[in-house]
């Protein structure tokens, strides 16, 4: 075995000698030591040996291979240095032009938003897009018969199906981030400031205007003496730092379980100026967000006393939010990855 692998290895010597080109550099490889080559079928015959053959003959085929592919890569230096000294190249033809990316549009409002409300005192934090049903409804009062519960509208997961040690929780995608409400009242207590932007899954049909999953940002302020004045301020600079421009804020009575009392925020029209348009409906306001004075219930889910401590909360469409910046008609586009799309921003 020795005098064939010394005369294999003189044969694959001579022929690299001949070799012009790195494609006929890898074909010799591959022949002599590849997965079937010559040289590898060889090898494979030592465990056929005397244990002190082995050691021999195996010493003599690892020095054998190492030598070659020694000589295999200077080989290839040479032919690869060559190519670069005969290949015309013309110093004054243009660059090519390096694409660099950019944040997508959801993210850069996003992030304009955290710094506005980190100016405001609050704190940015996240929680859990998988939650539980009792931190996604229950710490929220709201009730079993809420339509919010209903399977057409919450997307719920089988317990059974994840590795979790309780199978009993009902776990869902969380429908809104006012979920972390309690989860912060629980950690930090009161006083309190946080904001909590992220991602929310709702089981609806998609059109222009709704997905199944979109953005929001929440909004939580809990201190003595908190009134709906603070929650009007606090808006007014979020929507006036968005849009670049001063603008008005009103309130009308809406219901939302989680607070007493609650109320619709619109935004006056940015494109008409108040004067009527269709984004508007004509009617010189935008409906841009939810909100309210935080429920008593939900300030004794969070281990904070009402009697002592007020709140508000509230909740943008951060998805809406963009839409409305920017002049965007179809929520869709956000997640289409369409190029096209993305690079206006």
């Given at each position: 075995?020795?005098?064939k692998?010394?005369?294999?290895k003189?044969?694959?010597?001579?022929?690299?000698?001949?070799?012009?080109?790195?494609?006929a550099?890898?074909?010799?490889?591959?022949k002599y030591?590849g997965?079937?080559?010559?040289?590898?079928q060889?090898?494979?015959?030592i465990?056929?040996?005397?244990?002190?053959?082995k050691?021999?003959?195996?010493?003599l085929?690892?020095e054998?291979?190492?030598e070659?592919?020694?000589?295999i890569?200077?080989?290839?230096?040479?032919?690869?240095e060559?190519?670069d000294?005969?290949?015309d190249?013309?110093?004054?033809l243009?660059?090519?032009?390096?694409?660099i990316?950019?944040l997508?549009?959801?993210?850069?409002?996003?992030?304009?938003l955290?710094d506005?409300?980190?100016?405001?005192?609050?704190m940015?934090?996240?929680?859990p897009?998988?939650?539980s049903?009792y931190?996604?409804f229950?710490?929220?009062?709201?009730?079993?018969?809420?339509p919010a519960r209903?399977?057409q509208d919450?997307f719920?997961i089988?317990p059974?199906?994840?590795?979790?040690?309780?199978k009993?929780i009902?776990?869902?995608?969380?429908t809104h981030?006012?979920?972390?409400q309690?989860?912060?009242?629980?950690?930090y207590?009161?006083?309190l400031r946080?904001?909590?932007p992220?991602?929310?899954?709702?089981?609806?049909a998609?059109d222009?205007?709704?997905?199944?999953?979109?953005?929001?940002?929440e909004?939580?302020?809990?201190d003595?003496?908190?009134?709906?004045?603070?929650?009007?301020?606090?808006?007014h600079?979020?929507f006036?730092?968005i849009f670049k421009?001063?603008v008005?804020?009103?309130?009308?009575?809406g219901?939302f379980?989680f607070v007493?009392?609650g109320?619709?925020?619109?935004?006056?029209?940015?494109?008409c100026g108040?004067k009527?348009?269709?984004?508007?409906?004509h009617?010189g306001?935008?409906?841009?967000?939810?909100a309210?004075?935080?429920?008593?219930?939900?300030l004794?889910?969070?281990?904070?006393?009402?009697?002592?401590?007020?709140g508000?909360?509230f909740?943008?469409?951060?998805?809406?939010?963009?839409?409305?910046k920017?002049g965007?008609?179809?929520?869709r586009?956000?997640?289409?990855g369409?190029?096209?799309?993305?690079e206006?921003f």
């Amino acid at each position: 075995m020795k005098n064939k692998l010394l005369q294999l290895k003189d044969k694959i010597f001579t022929e690299l000698t001949n070799v012009k080109d790195v494609q006929a550099l890898v074909d010799l490889e591959i022949k002599y030591l590849g997965r079937k080559g010559e040289l590898t079928q060889i090898l494979r015959g030592i465990a056929n040996l005397s244990d002190e053959d082995k050691k021999i003959i195996g010493r003599l085929a690892n020095e054998i291979k190492e030598e070659l592919r020694e000589k295999i890569r200077e080989i290839k230096d040479i032919i690869l240095e060559k190519g670069d000294e005969n290949r015309d190249v013309d110093v004054t033809l243009p660059g090519e032009k390096i694409k660099i990316g950019h944040l997508h549009p959801l993210t850069q409002i996003q992030n304009e938003l955290e710094d506005l409300l980190h100016s405001l005192g609050f704190m940015v934090i996240d929680g859990p897009e998988l939650e539980s049903d009792y931190y996604c409804f229950e710490a929220l009062n709201i009730p079993p018969h809420h339509p919010a519960r209903d399977i057409q509208d919450t997307f719920y997961i089988d317990p059974a199906s994840l590795k979790t040690e309780n199978k009993k929780i009902d776990l869902v995608m969380r429908t809104h981030t006012s979920s972390v409400q309690a989860r912060a009242m629980e950690k930090y207590g009161a006083p309190l400031r946080v904001a909590v932007p992220g991602r929310v899954f709702r089981s609806e049909a998609t059109d222009a205007c709704h997905d199944v999953m979109f953005y929001q940002l929440e909004g939580l302020m809990i201190d003595k003496n908190i009134s709906i004045a603070n929650l009007i301020a606090v808006l007014h600079q979020i929507f006036s730092g968005i849009f670049k421009k001063n603008v008005k804020v009103r309130v009308r009575p809406g219901y939302f379980p989680f607070v007493e009392p609650g109320l619709e925020v619109d935004m006056s029209c940015t494109i008409c100026g108040e004067k009527g348009c269709p984004s508007c409906k004509h009617s010189g306001w935008l409906e841009m967000a939810g909100a309210g004075m935080v429920h008593p219930n939900v300030l004794r889910a969070g281990g904070i006393d009402p009697e002592k401590y007020s709140g508000f909360a509230f909740g943008i469409g951060l998805s809406r939010l963009v839409m409305m910046k920017y002049g965007i008609d179809d929520i869709r586009l956000f997640t289409s990855g369409d190029l096209r799309f993305l690079e206006q921003f």
